[in-house]
């Protein structure tokens, strides 16, 4: 079974995609996560629904070390807790408000998710670096059909012609995101070549989940 549908570690996002200063969502599976870069490159998960009105903390704004919400402004620091109330300016927030985070990790490129403090390490990328992610409207199985490969217990999928791997995160059961890897020494000629197989392979896979294959 894949470590990407056990709720252990998600891959998530490229770390390219999030610049420092920057906010964006993500998911483990069956709920979306905020996930943002401090102004020092510091990582931090955690729900994506401020207690106050349920804003999406995703779409707040990140000020130094912490994240406000977008709404009315509540400021969280990195271990979830709110750290300021602008309506109440002279107000220590309560230790009751909070959001849950999560376990974070930069590892090849990558950043993963973890739900639970007890998952271990990612897995590594032994050579493979990312190029780019893609969300595929299609399950794991409509993926692998198209490949006509499996995913390995890491979660990767390896095409018979090798000149790219998909590392898979399951989005629910009819989407997923694939983070396209190539190896670390591919050539710019070779990068845009598994680009463009990569987008056919979605392509394939999301007909054949319309058409109900590999569901």
């Not at 070390?65 to 402004?73: D, T, V």
Request: glycine share 8%.
């Amino acid at each position: 079974m894949h470590p990407q549908t056990t709720g252990r570690w998600t891959p998530a996002a490229l770390s390219a995609d999030l610049a420092a200063g920057t906010a964006m969502p993500a998911s483990l599976t069956d709920k979306t996560i905020a996930l943002w870069r401090s102004a020092s490159g510091r990582l931090t998960a955690s729900d994506d629904r401020c207690p106050h009105r349920g804003m999406r903390l995703s779409h707040g704004f990140v000020r130094g070390e912490a994240l406000s919400c977008i709404y009315h402004g509540w400021r969280y620091g990195q271990d979830g807790q709110c750290l300021r109330i602008p309506a109440h300016p002279d107000l220590t927030p309560p230790k009751t408000i909070r959001v849950e985070t999560y376990p974070v990790i930069e590892q090849d490129g990558i950043i993963w998710i973890a739900d639970g403090e007890d998952a271990g390490a990612p897995p590594p990328l032994n050579g493979l670096m990312p190029l780019r992610s893609l969300n595929v409207s299609a399950g794991i199985a409509a993926i692998e059909l198209a490949a006509d490969a499996k995913a390995d217990a890491d979660g990767v999928v390896r095409p018979s012609d090798d000149a790219f791997c998909l590392l898979l995160a399951p989005q629910g059961k009819t989407a997923t995101l694939i983070h396209v890897l190539v190896f670390a020494d591919a050539t710019p000629p070779q990068r845009i070549a598994a680009s463009r197989q990569a987008e056919t392979l979605r392509r394939k896979a999301e007909a054949a989940s319309n058409q109900g294959a590999g569901s």
